[in-house]
Each structure stands twice: as structure tokens, then as C-alpha cells.
């Protein structure tokens, strides 16, 4: 039968199923992956809208002989969540709540839904849901479910299997199975669980369930007749082998009512671990450890050097004259009063305090809500900052969540440091001490044959350490590809053999996730960072010099954790305004991954599905601040185009948007120029003419050119008679501020004068090339870099401060300038002058906030909309923006979503209009528009200052401009 015949034989909802397949190479390339070292290419993923979707899955992969994956948030760091078949993705679509029950304390809801989502669902009635892994913010409930996810309350609620009453799950036969407490609807499934259970009731007494954490395997024990033949739980932590779950049950739990965080310090992360068993008594809800190189290795990361500051332990009056604390236990305790949680965990200090062996040496406690986020959040951020080392080498998962019965965890971890000396491997734990498991990612050598020996032989040695220690493989997250091969290491055969029988009683045909749990594959069969994944490796234009200067070792930064598919933050807009997996940061790491290796895209560097992947990149860095291990997917897109398009012919738009610095430079050297265009783009039709033949989206009003440059003016311009107290600064003339809207400069002069400065504005065409850089033109970036440090070099050498206005440029200056041209020591110099405006005002605002006779600007008494730049945010810091402000009298409502959706040329390119304004429609427009009639609305960035005008019609204002309206007069 000819493909032809066979699809019209299909029903019309299959077909439609079918034409919603993904089976494109750049959606294909960005599942490679989820939050494991492995790379599985599937042949097609289905973002599942309803059940009936995932029952035409089922029929469209058995029909194409074709394996299933169930995937959520693809957070799973033990290759759970990937395979060569079909993936079902529940993420983007298919993540309802259908019911919350505050009487029965349950919710019903669809596999997609995110943790988050279901516990801000939940928080009305004064419930959460108790599981709550670092990943809380995408990962989804149903994948919690299947790897059996605990986080950091488990000692107060336990694991996703405690917290599961009932699901629905999808057999290869498209039947759906209603599992409980108590069995399930089946009278045949549920004889032949019993049957396997009698057969096996030695094993599932004293292998299984023998200290909360162990997860390894499927949870059988559950089936026991002392456990009620739970087959709900017993299906938790299957790990997607058995079926498809299309709906759960789960229980909520009270929120505490108040509670309190204790942090002790102790001299080794082996004391902290001895303690947290210790500790545990009533009340208490955490006790989460990690080690001190986990400090290490952030305070490495950009603007971060003085990062963990705040924790205990860390000055030179510690108890028993201990330098610097090695280990830290995050305890939470919870009361009815917070009293009652205080008292609980002063108590908990003091018996930290007064141990015989391994005492704390310091302790904080804290009852503010804002102040323990600060602390939670070191400890939440550990799985991605552990994937780099303090000296920015690479550590990997797989080993990642072993556990111990928690009394076995100090010992356990002794013997584990020994066995990583053993093999010349480093790696930083960090975990849930309090029930013995703990994670750590591990400083292997993927990228050679020789490096995957070792790790083969670590990985089998640290399985029999831990079997030793009474524990197992997995505390959370399940097996996966990670571990599932060395099952045999800590189950008997017999074990073995009732695992792979529970299995086929749900799938017999093997069809779901094969290669986990039962018949595993190999640990270390296709590596996504293993040998073969450099074929395409080039010397980049940017030194990297975080990552030796390898692109493939910066791409390789993603380990997967996931945090740009949350909404919370700036990171990644395009993920947010989408809910696209190729859209998110780690998409377009995936992919760019598998470019370098050239297999599944052979066109590598000229790639269109490459290509493709970036082309809704914002390039507004916000991960290269947001992500845990610092991706900076705006530099990795720069050199992807920059080598895409070498010797072809570029977009319009990279000639008439990159160009724009020395087309605006040139307009203004003729008089009269600049107001004849901005006349002749009045007349429709040649604006229409304009935006076709310039590449420019044609729903976009078109911008217009200042009369004369900042500079002309600037030179024109009598220069005041008042002396110069403070003395001379340069303020950079930027591109957009000098030819596109010199108001914010003619602004900030007056204010800058006013201060007491001589403001000095270079002449000529200098630039920091942004608008090349956001294009990939880097030959051309390295140019106008060199030509601007000959313009610039006296005026440097002068120890005169550079004062930027322009967020973008400013962060251009003052960060990347020195990775573009690393070998001109020019470069360096210009970056250390560079002064962002605020930060200059803000040196000179009174402490009182009060109008002195330093301080010449009147209270405005007035609100404001502040849309932060996206560059500012990530690179920068806002703080001495809020301070000026406040000093004038203004209560700022800072835009919390991050980029305004212009991101320069960007939304000025064909279609990117559309994701654009609903960029702005997130947050930015409907605050605007709902501001008060005085408010002003503060936006230093160009780009923002024209998103807004055309999204709302209000007129944006420079921070300079604010100040010079409060500027008293007289």
C-alpha cells in the first residue's frame, strides 16, 4: 500500500495529529537532550493537546515501529526524559488544573501542569503541594511523578510517591488504566500484580523500601499487603517504561503558618553531614546541605565575588578558632506561631552547638520571609552552578542523587571523596542531608575515549560504595540512562527478574522508554558532551576567555537545568512568549551542540536549521546572568551568523539596522539632511518603499532622525562659565543618543554641569559596535572597536571617567570590548573608565535624600513605570537608578518581565512583529496604560523608549531627562 492510499485511511483527527508532528531537524535537535550527559535523536515529537493526541500517538508509533518518551519540563538528570522515537511533550500544552479539592486536600490535574503553577493554585485554600525539587519553577508535576521527585521538604511531606492518591495511565493498546490505593480498574492487571507480588514477597520485604530515599527500581513494595496494594505509588517512579500518564490525583498539604530558616556552619561538609540525622526532630521541615566548594564555585561567576557573604561561618570569630566554614544545613522549621518556629530552631542551633564531635561553628536565624530567599536561594541555584568548578572546569551529572540511610551519609561521603581522588575526579556536593541523599556533579572527561574509561569505572565503583553503605543508586530522580545498568550492583537476580515481569504486565511490548530501568542500556552509550562532539570545533572572534577560548566548551555551560522555560525573571523572553522548546536557551544549546558534532546537521556553521533555532534569540543576555552556569546565548548567536554568513549576501536588515551607527553618522555631516528624510518618510508610500526594499518589518513605524547630532549641538554650544569642581567627565556619545534622539544627551549635560562637571563629548565617528555585534558582523565589530580606541586613547589616558547613557552601548564598553579586541591592553583601559550615568548621580545623593547645596533637584512626588534595560539587568545594576529616583521623590514600579520586546534590531526585522508586542503585552503596556496621570515612565534605552511609544503612545523618559525636570531653578 502506497503512503498515499495509507494516510487516507487514517481518520481526519489522526491526520490532523499527524500534520502536528515535529519532525523538522531543529525541533529534533533541540529534544537531543533534557538535564543529562546523553543525547538520544527522536524522529518526531508531539506536543500533546488531550488524551485523544496521546492515543494517536501511541498508533502513529506502533504503525512507524517507532519507541515513546513521555516528557515534561525535560528537567530529568538521568536521561529519563529522551529516546529515539516519539516524545510526547505534556509541557506546552496538555498542563490543566482540573480540580482542587481544599475539603479532601487534593487537585486533579493534567501530567503538564508545572509544580509552581499547582502550588500558587493550590495557596488560596492555605495548601501546597509538598514535593518541591530546585527545578520547582518548570518542572512539571506529572514528570515529578514518574522520576519520583522529592525536594527539599521531604523530611516534611516525603517523596511524589507519598504524595500521589490516583492516575490514569495510556497502555500500548490505547486502553486507559485507573491505578489507586487500592488496586485498579483492571480485575486481569490487578491479578497479575498480586501473582507477581506473592512470587516475590522475600525480596519486596528486605530489598525494597528500606530508608525513605531509595528510588531505585520500581517502587513494588508499595503492592504488599501491609501497604495496602498501592499500585498508585507503586507506579510513581516508573519513569515512563510502563505507559503514558494522562491524568493524576494528587494530595495537598497545609502550608505552614509560619516559619523560621536556620543555617549552621561547620568546619567540613562531613560534620554537616554527621549532624543533619541528628537533628531531625518534630518541627522541622528541611535539612539541606552542601558543601563550601559549591561557594566557591559561584563567587567565580560574574558579578557574584561577594555571593554567599551572608551565610554563617564565613568571618574570623567562629568557635574553636576555625578560619572558614566547609559545610553548611539549610533548617527550616515551621510552627504555629513564629515564636513556636523560632523556638524550635534556636533549640536546633543549640544542639548543633553542643555535639561531642563535629559541633557547628556558627549559625544564623531567620524569620524574615525576604531574608531567607536571599539564603534559599544559594542552596536552590546548586545544580546548575555546580556544573562548573571554581576554576571553570566542566563537572557532569550521572552520579547525581545517591543516598544512604542519613545516619550512613558521613561515612558514605568519605568514602566517595576517596573514591573521586581515587580517579582524579573533583566534584561539590549538595543535597537533602537530612534524608542521606545527596547530589554532585563530577569533573569526568567525556570528551575522550579515554575519559569514558574512567568514568565507566567510577560509575561502577561508586555503586558498589554506596550498596556498601546500605543505600542507593538513586534518592530522587530516578535511574534513568545514568544508573539503570548498574541495578544489579544493589538488587539480587531474583529483584531483577520481578522488576522486568512488572514491567511487561503494563508493556509488553516494550514500547515505552526502553533502554531505562529494564533491559538498561549502556552508561555510557552516546554521550551528548562525549567523543565526536568536536568535529566542528573553530576558533571563535570572541576570546572566551571564561572557556578557553572554545565555543564548544561554552555551548557545553547548558547542562540542562531548565531554568530559562520558567516565566519567573527575564530569562528567556522568547521561551516566555512562545512556551517553544527551541525557543529556550537550552533549545539553541542543544542544537548548536549538535552542529559542532555534524552528524544529525551536517551543514554545521551554515546550517538553516541552526539558523532557525536563533533567529528569536533577543540577544538580551538575560541568561548570561540568570542562568545558573552564565550561557550567553546573544555571543554564541554572534558567531553563529558571523560564520553563517561569511561570504554570502546578508539580510537587508544587517545592512540598513547594523550599518545604522555610520548611515546615521554620515546623514548628519551634511546640514539639512536629517529633517529632509524624516519629511520624505512622512509620505506612506516611500515609507512603504523604504521598509520593503531595507528589510525592515513592514507593521513597524518607521524612526526618525534628530535634526542635528548630540555632537553638533555639543559643539555649538557655548560651554558654561561656572567652574568645574568635580572635574571633566566624557559622556560617550552612542549612536542612538547622538543621532536619533539627543534629548536624553542634551539632558544629561546640563545635569552633569550642574553637578559640577565639565562634560567633554568626542567628536568624530566612534562607536561600540553593538548594532554589528547583535548581527554577527564581528570583523566589522573588531574595526570600529580599534578605530574608537585610537579616537578615545588621550582622553583615557586622562583618567577622565566615560559616562554611558545608553544601557546597550554602556554594557558593550564596559564588558565586551575586552573579549572582542583581547590583544589591544586599550581595550581594558577604556572598559575600566566606563561609568554608567546613574552610577555617577548617585555619588552625589544626599544620605537625608533632602535638596541641599550639592543636590540642585526638587522633589517630584510623583510614581513611575521603570522598564530596566535588558542589558542593564543582566550586566549591569539598577540600584543607583532606584536611588536617584528616590531622591527626587519618585516611587518606581520597577518591570519585572525583563525585555521590552524591541531588543534593538531585532523587532525591527520581518517577522519578529508579532512575538515583539506581545513581549510588551506581558507586563510593560498594561502598566503603562494603567499608570496614574503624573507618572512618568522611565526608559534609558532606546529601544524601550520606541517599544512603548508605539505600544502605548506614552513618551518613555531618560533617567537624565527626570532629573532635569525635578533640576531647581532660580
Known amino acids: 500500500m502506497s503512503a498515499q492510499s495509507s494516510i487516507q485511511t487514517l481518520t481526519p483527527e489522526a491526520i490532523e495529529m499527524r500534520e502536528r508532528l515535529r519532525t523538522d531537524l531543529t525541533t529534533r535537535a533541540a529534544y537531543i537532550s533534557d538535564a543529562s550527559i546523553f543525547r538520544r535523536v527522536p524522529q518526531a515529537v508531539l506536543e500533546v493537546r488531550s488524551e485523544a493526541d496521546i492515543a494517536l500517538g501511541i498508533e502513529y508509533a506502533k504503525a512507524e515501529g517507532l519507541s515513546i518518551t513521555s516528557r515534561g519540563g525535560g528537567t530529568s538528570v538521568a536521561g529519563n526524559a529522551i529516546g529515539e522515537g516519539l516524545v510526547l511533550d505534556t509541557s506546552r500544552y496538555f498542563n490543566k488544573i482540573l480540580d482542587i479539592d481544599p475539603e479532601a486536600k487534593t487537585a486533579r490535574i493534567q501530567p503538564g501542569v508545572i509544580c509552581d503553577q499547582l502550588r500558587d493554585a493550590a495557596a488560596q485554600y492555605g495548601l501546597t503541594y509538598g514535593p518541591d525539587p530546585s527545578t520547582h519553577s518548570r518542572c512539571t508535576v506529572g514528570g515529578m511523578v514518574a522520576n519520583n521527585a522529592c525536594g527539599s521538604h521531604s523530611l516534611a511531606w516525603g517523596t511524589a510517591a507519598d504524595n500521589v492518591v490516583s492516575m490514569k495511565i495510556m497502555l500500548g493498546d490505547g486502553s486507559v488504566v485507573e491505578v489507586n490505593a487500592d488496586g485498579t480498574n483492571s480485575d486481569e492487571l490487578d491479578g497479575k500484580l498480586k501473582a507477581l507480588r506473592d512470587a516475590n514477597l522475600k525480596e519486596l520485604r528486605t530489598e525494597l523500601g528500606r530508608f525513605a530515599r531509595q528510588v531505585s527500581g520500581y517502587g513494588m513494595h508499595y503492592l504488599l499487603p501491609e501497604n495496602g496494594f498501592n499500585v498508585a505509588k507503586a507506579l510513581a517512579g516508573s519513569e515512563g517504561t510502563l505507559g503514558v500518564i494522562t491524568e493524576l490525583v494528587v494530595r495537598l498539604v497545609e502550608k505552614p503558618k509560619h516559619t523560621a530558616l536556620a543555617v549552621l556552619a561547620f568546619e567540613t561538609v562531613f560534620d554537616a553531614a554527621a549532624a543533619a540525622a541528628s537533628l531531625r526532630r518534630p518541627g522541622l521541615a528541611t535539612a539541606e546541605g552542601m558543601g563550601g566548594d559549591l561557594l566557591d564555585a559561584l563567587r567565580s561567576r560574574p558579578g557574584q565575588q561577594s555571593a554567599g557573604s551572608n551565610l554563617p561561618g564565613m568571618g574570623a570569630a567562629n568557635r574553636g578558632g576555625v578560619a572558614k566554614a566547609g559545610g553548611w544545613l539549610f533548617c527550616e522549621t515551621a510552627g504555629q506561631t513564629i515564636e513556636q518556629a523560632r523556638s524550635i530552631a534556636d533549640e536546633l542551633v543549640q544542639s548543633a552547638y553542643d555535639a561531642a564531635a563535629g559541633a557547628a561553628i556558627d549559625a544564623v536565624v531567620v524569620t524574615d520571609h525576604a531574608e531567607a530567599r536571599t539564603l534559599w536561594k544559594i542552596r536552590e541555584a546548586s545544580a546548575g552552578i555546580v556544573?562548573?568548578?571554581?576554576?571553570?572546569?566542566?563537572?557532569?551529572?550521572?552520579?547525581?542523587?545517591?543516598?544512604?540511610?542519613?545516619?550512613?551519609?558521613?561515612?558514605?561521603?568519605?568514602?566517595?571523596?576517596?573514591?573521586?581522588?581515587?580517579?582524579?575526579?573533583?566534584?561539590?556536593?549538595?543535597?537533602?542531608?537530612?534524608?542521606?541523599?545527596?547530589?554532585?556533579?563530577?569533573?569526568?572527561?567525556?570528551?575522550?575515549?579515554?575519559?569514558?574509561?574512567?568514568?565507566?569505572?567510577?560509575?561502577?565503583?561508586?555503586?558498589?560504595?554506596?550498596?556498601?553503605h546500605g543505600g542507593s543508586l538513586s534518592g530522587e530522580h530516578g535511574d534513568g540512562r545514568a544508573r539503570s545498568e548498574l541495578l544489579t550492583r544493589m538488587y539480587s537476580s531474583k529483584m531483577m527478574k520481578a522488576f522486568a515481569s512488572f514491567k511487561a504486565a503494563f508493556d509488553p511490548e516494550g514500547l515505552f522508554n526502553p533502554g531505562v530501568l529494564v533491559n538498561p542500556e549502556r552508561i555510557d552509550e552516546s554521550l551528548r558532551p562525549g567523543p565526536g562532539q568536536r568535529s566542528f570545533e573553530l576558533t571563535p572572534v570572541h576570546a572566551l576567555s571564561r572557556d578557553k577560548g572554545s565555543l564548544v566548551n561554552a555551548v557545553n555551560r547548558c547542562v540542562g537545568v531548565g531554568l530559562c522555560r520558567s516565566d519567573e525573571g527575564a530569562m528567556c523572553p522568547s521561551f516566555q512568549g512562545t512556551h517553544d522548546e527551541v525557543n529556550s536557551t537550552r533549545g539553541r544549546a542543544r542544537v548548536l551542540s549538535e552542529m559542532f558534532r555534524g552528524t544529525t546537521l551536517p551543514d554545521a556553521y551554515k546550517s538553516e536549521e541552526v539558523k532557525d533555532a536563533l533567529d528569536l534569540c533577543l540577544s538580551c543576555k538575560a541568561c548570561a546572568s540568570e542562568c545558573p552556569v552564565n550561557v550567553d546565548m546573544a555571543t554564541y548567536k554572534s558567531e553563529f551568523l558571523h560564520k553563517f554568513y561569511e561570504g554570502r549576501i546578508r539580510p537587508m536588515a544587517h545592512y540598513t539596522m547594523g550599518w545604522l551607527p555610520k548611515l546615521t553618522h554620515w546623514m548628519h555631516q551634511v546640514p539639512g539632511v536629517a529633517p529632509l528624510a524624516n519629511t520624505v518618510l512622512r509620505i506612506d508610500a516611500v515609507q512603504r518603499l523604504v521598509k520593503k526594499v531595507g528589510g525592515i518589518e513592514p507593521t513597524r513605524k518607521m524612526i526618525t532622525f534628530s535634526g542635528e547630532s548630540l555632537q553638533r549641538w555639543a559643539a555649538k554650544r557655548k560651554e558654561t562659565e561656572a567652574e568645574s569642581p568635580q572635574g571633566t567627565v566624557v559622556l560617550w556619545p552612542d549612536s542612538f543618543n547622538n543621532h536619533l534622539d539627543t534629548g536624553p544627551g542634551q539632558a544629561a549635560v546640563e545635569v552633569l554641569e550642574t553637578l559640577g562637571y565639565r562634560v567633554i563629548i568626542p567628536e568624530g565617528f566612534v562607536?561600540?559596535?553593538?548594532?554589528?555585534?547583535?548581527?554577527?558582523?564581528?570583523?566589522?565589530?573588531?574595526?570600529?572597536?580599534?578605530?574608537?580606541?585610537?579616537?578615545?586613547?588621550?582622553?583615557?589616558?586622562?583618567?577622565?571617567?566615560?559616562?554611558?547613557?545608553?544601557?546597550?552601548?554602556?554594557?558593550?564598553?564596559g564588558h565586551e570590548i575586552t573579549e572582542l579586541v583581547p590583544e589591544d591592553p586599550r581595550a581594558a583601559a577604556l572598559s575600566a573608565a566606563v561609568v554608567p550615568f546613574?552610577?555617577?548621580?548617585?555619588?552625589?545623593?544626599?544620605?537625608?535624600?533632602?535638596?541641599?547645596?550639592?543636590?540642585?533637584?526638587?522633589?517630584?512626588?510623583?510614581?513611575?513605570?521603570?522598564?530596566?534595560?535588558?542589558?542593564?539587568?543582566?550586566?549591569?545594576?539598577?540600584g543607583s537608578s532606584s536611588a536617584v529616583l528616590r531622591s527626587i521623590g519618585i516611587d518606581e514600579r520597577e518591570i519585572e518581565t525583563g525585555c521590552c520586546g524591541l531588543a534593538g534590531n531585532w523587532g525591527f526585522e520581518p517577522g519578529h512583529a508579532e512575538l515583539s508586542r506581545s513581549l510588551g503585552e506581558r507586563e510593560l503596556f498594561p502598566a503603562i496604560r494603567n499608570r496614574a496621570q503624573d507618572d512618568v515612565v522611565l526608559a534609558d534605552g532606546f529601544s524601550c523608549r520606541t517599544q512603548i511609544a508605539e505600544g502605548t503612545e506614552a513618551r518613555g523618559m531618560h533617567l537624565a531627562q527626570v532629573l532635569l525636570k525635578a533640576k531647581i531653578t532660580g
Open 387 to 468: 556544573t562548573r568548578l571554581p576554576d571553570g572546569g566542566e563537572a557532569w551529572p550521572s552520579w547525581e542523587d545517591s543516598a544512604v540511610p542519613p545516619e550512613n551519609l558521613a561515612g558514605y561521603l568519605r568514602d566517595l571523596y576517596a573514591l573521586m581522588d581515587a580517579h582524579g575526579l573533583r566534584g561539590i556536593p549538595f543535597g537533602h542531608f537530612g534524608e542521606g541523599c545527596v547530589h554532585v556533579r563530577i569533573s569526568f572527561d567525556l570528551g575522550t575515549n579515554e575519559g569514558v574509561a574512567i568514568f565507566r569505572q567510577f560509575m561502577e565503583q561508586a555503586a558498589d560504595t554506596v550498596a556498601k
Open 838 to 878: 546613574a552610577d555617577l548621580i548617585a555619588k552625589h545623593v544626599p544620605a537625608d535624600g533632602k535638596p541641599s547645596a550639592g543636590w540642585p533637584f526638587e522633589q517630584l512626588n510623583v510614581g513611575a513605570v521603570s522598564q530596566v534595560h535588558c542589558h542593564e539587568r543582566s550586566q549591569g545594576d539598577h
Open 767 to 813: 562607536c561600540c559596535g553593538l548594532t554589528w555585534h547583535s548581527t554577527g558582523q564581528l570583523d566589522t565589530v573588531r574595526k570600529v572597536i580599534k578605530h574608537t580606541l585610537d579616537v578615545m586613547e588621550p582622553l583615557v589616558k586622562a583618567g577622565y571617567p566615560v559616562i554611558g547613557l545608553e544601557p546597550s552601548c554602556t554594557v558593550m564598553l
